[in-house]
Each structure stands twice: as structure tokens, then as C-alpha cells.
């Protein structure tokens, strides 16, 4: 009987295989956790590569050259992720979010996205498919994945200024090629187009009057994001968080804005609008104001580990399932359990000061799971 070899990338992040529950109860769209949050985002990463070497989630310094990505049979292909988002869409997911990595490194990613627009939620209904990306291939990209059945595109974008960007993704690429990338996806109708910026200060934060100045009127949504503590290899420290309120009121000196009631339920975003009709922007204040508490949001790694929680530090191995020859009754009601059981506060906790990582466990890395 030949051995199993398990590639060593496989093993970075400690996961059980969930187990099966005796009694295989049928999903009901319904599913809630331990806090009562209900299942409604699944973040699925396709690839733990990207081309950009940010400094806040992949430095260059740790992932160089000589760094073990995991190989291409430990991926769950497109039949597999399609399988597990059906699953996941009968216990309630109505969104998909495709992330990575960079997802449009990942060959083919068009096709899976054909393929989820097949999926059906427990309304009956498409579920919504969204895609994450650093822009750098979208030009290119943007008509046929539009054609396939996407719904919207999220761009992160950190600067407008080529130094900074080109400094700040750290491997020369230039900035224009990231806004041609945008007035793609606009034209090909993948909208409303979502533009994430990472402020970091001392870093990029004199850029973000600079960002939304640039994307007032257009119809995109320009997102601050606060500076995370994701993972262990960025070098995250406190002094480099710009807080979301402090950047509302550098905002406001130049233009009158008022809040706006949430789209949603377990929305990260607190949405703002100008009131001059220049179109809104988002603060998602994910250190000063942790919104753990309507956190409705399961994330699936490239080889199939399920998080419950961005700063979790172990996960659940599904692809173990899938490839173990188990039904999807079977691996439906493992999905249940394990929601159900699901208590993950990462961000409430420290903010209470009650961090619940003691540093003995290494948190899972962005480019991972996605952010």
C-alpha cells in the first residue's frame, strides 16, 4: 500500500477534519451560530499567490523568491469549490466573494465563475458573486468575467501617486495600469465598482483626500480601510492605524458629509454620503470599532480549510471530506455543525484589551483566506 505524502505547505495551518454528525439534519437557510449571527458570506480564496508584495499582507521580506506557495494538486479545483458553495448556499450564503491571493492569477477563473452562476441559495434565487482584485489584470479580464456571470468588482488601490503605489506594492507597478483596470470594469458594467484603500499612516494616509477627490461623482465607492493586525509578517503595530474617525474629520474639512443607513445586515462599511451628490464613501474601522458582533462571514482557503473568523488561527479541513468519498448530506451537516458552534470575537476581545490569541498560535496570513 503506497504512502500518502502530504506536501509541508499543506501543514501551515493546524485543521481537524470536521466530523460528522450522527443525525444528518437537512439545511434550512436558517443556520445561526453560538451569538446568533446567521451564515450569509462565504469568502473563497482561489489562489495564496499574488504579483504585488504589499508590505501589509505579503512583504517581500517573507514571501521572496524561495517561498513554498502550495501546489497546484493541494488546490481544490473548480468542481470542488463549486460543490461546497451549493452546500454553503442551502445553509443561507447568498453572497460569494472570490479573493486570494490575486484570483485572477488563478488560470481559468472566468469558468468558475460560470460555474457558481449555476448555484442556487435556499431562496431559489443566484446568489451574488463578487471578486476582490489588485486591478493589475483586469483590464484584460474584466468583459469575459462580466460575460461569465459576475456581479461586481472590488479593486484595492492604495495611492494615486506612482512613487507611493509602486513603493507600496513593491514591485514597480505602475498606477495606471490599476486605473485602466477600473475603467474597464466599469465599462464592461461590473458595478457598483468597490475601491479599497489600505490607509496606513505616515505611509499613504496624506493620499486619501487625494483618493477621494479622484473617485467623487464617478459612481465607485472608495472604501478607507483601517490598518490590520492580520496574520504574523507585516509588522502591524498600533501607532500605524490612522482611526477611522480621525480620517472623517480631514475628509469633512473639504466636503459636507453626511451617514447613511447600511445596505445590509453584518455590513462592514459605515457608509457615508456627500451631500452635494458626489456619491459616498465607506470607513471600515476594523481595529477602533470591532464589528464582530454582526459578523455573518465564513472564509474558505485555496486547499479547502474553513476560518470562521480573519484572525483565526486554525481551521476545519473540508477538501478532506470532499476527497474522502463523503456525501453531500454528510458533509452538509459537518457545515451545520460547525457553524453552530462558531463563538470567534477576535477583534471585540481586543479591543476589550482580552486578546484571545496568547502568540503561541500563529494566525492565519491574508493572502490566504482574503481579506
Not at 481537524?16 to 434550512?28: G, N, S
Not at 451564515?39 to 508590505?55: A, E, M, Q
Not at 465607506?282 to 473568523?309: H, P, W, Y
Request: hydrophobic share 40%; proline share 4%; charged share 25%.
Amino acid at each position: 500500500m503506497g504512502e500518502t505524502i502530504i506536501p509541508l505547505a499543506d501543514l501551515r495551518y493546524h485543521a481537524a477534519v470536521p466530523a460528522i454528525p450522527a443525525r444528518l439534519e437537512a439545511p434550512t437557510g436558517t443556520l445561526r451560530d453560538r451569538l446568533r449571527r446567521p451564515l450569509r458570506d462565504l469568502r473563497i480564496s482561489v489562489t495564496d499567490r499574488c504579483n504585488f508584495r504589499c508590505s501589509y499582507c505579503m512583504p517581500k521580506a517573507v514571501f521572496d523568491r524561495d517561498y513554498q506557495f502550495l501546489p497546484q494538486k493541494s488546490l481544490l479545483d473548480f468542481e470542488e469549490i463549486t460543490r461546497l458553495a451549493r452546500l454553503f448556499g442551502a445553509h443561507g450564503v447568498h453572497k460569494l466573494r472570490l479573493t486570494g491571493g490575486e484570483p485572477l492569477l488563478r488560470k481559468g477563473i472566468e469558468h468558475l465563475v460560470a460555474m457558481l452562476a449555476e448555484v442556487r441559495g435556499a431562496d431559489g434565487q443566484p446568489l451574488d458573486i463578487t471578486l476582490t482584485t489588485n486591478g493589475s489584470l483586469l483590464a484584460r479580464k474584466a468583459h469575459a468575467l462580466k460575460a461569465a456571470g459576475l456581479s461586481r468588482v472590488t479593486v484595492s488601490l492604495d495611492a494615486l501617486d506612482d512613487g507611493i503605489f509602486r513603493t507600496m506594492n513593491d514591485v514597480d507597478f505602475p498606477v495606471a495600469d490599476v486605473l485602466a483596470g477600473i475603467e474597464a470594469a466599469q465599462a464592461a458594467g461590473l458595478a457598483p465598482l468597490k475601491v479599497n484603500m489600505v490607509v496606513q499612516r505616515g505611509v499613504n494616509d496624506h493620499e486619501a483626500v487625494t483618493m477621494a477627490r479622484r473617485f467623487r461623482g464617478t459612481g465607485i465607492v472608495l472604501r478607507f480601510i483601517e490598518y490590520m493586525d492580520v496574520g504574523a509578517t507585516n509588522g502591524w503595530r498600533m501607532d500605524q492605524v490612522l482611526p477611522s474617525a480621525e480620517l472623517l474629520r480631514r475628509l469633512q474639512a473639504h466636503w459636507a458629509l453626511e451617514p447613511l443607513q447600511p445596505n445590509a445586515n453584518g455590513e462592514t462599511a459605515e457608509r457615508w454620503r456627500y451631500r452635494d451628490g458626489g456619491g459616498e464613501i465607506g470607513l471600515i474601522s476594523s481595529v477602533t470599532q470591532a464589528f464582530c458582533r454582526d459578523c455573518n462571514r465564513a472564509r474558505l482557503s485555496t486547499e479547502g480549510k474553513l476560518f470562521m473568523c480573519l484572525f483565526a488561527t486554525q481551521g476545519h479541513d473540508l477538501r478532506a471530506l470532499l476527497r474522502g468519498g463523503r456525501s453531500d448530506d454528510e458533509i452538509s451537516a459537518a457545515l451545520g455543525a460547525l457553524w453552530a458552534q462558531r463563538d470567534d470575537r477576535y477583534s471585540e476581545l481586543r479591543s476589550s484589551g482580552r486578546a484571545p490569541h496568547d502568540g503561541a498560535e500563529r494566525r492565519v496570513e491574508m493572502h490566504y483566506i482574503g481579506g
